[in-house]
């Protein structure tokens, strides 16, 4: 079993920085894909950003020039660099890790809230 922590989210003006952390512990052999989701009130969750044990990311449209994911395997860490901040990225923020033996968990969720 997978324990995923995550932390960083608050309120932020728009224009504004966060930066989320997200740490894996317990019973952890090979981690293949570490990512960031969000739910936004009323909405779906939807994949924000993933990064592989391979490196390759990728990132939502939406977010595209404004976020960046890091991290990975090798410290079982990620984190979301996230820039230039708006209103509609309000959500809730969910760690994701897909691991060889355990397969997918998730964190508790982390609350971002844009606005001035």
């Known amino acids: 079993q997978v324990q995923l922590v995550e932390s960083g989210g608050g309120l932020v003006q728009p224009g504004g920085s966060l930066r989320l952390s997200c740490a894996a512990s317990g019973s952890i052999f090979s981690i293949n894909v570490m990512g960031w989701y969000r739910q936004a009130p009323g909405k779906e969750r939807e994949l924000v950003a993933q990064?592989?044990?391979?490196?390759?990311?990728y990132y939502a449209n939406s977010v595209k020039g404004r976020f960046t994911i890091s991290g990975g395997n090798a410290k079982n860490m990620v984190y979301l660099q996230m820039n230039s901040l708006k209103p509609e990225d309000t959500a809730v923020y969910y760690c994701n890790v897909v691991e060889a033996r355990a397969g997918s968990s998730w964190g508790q969720g982390t609350q971002v809230i844009v606005s001035s």
């Open positions: 990064v592989t044990s391979s490196g390759t990311t």
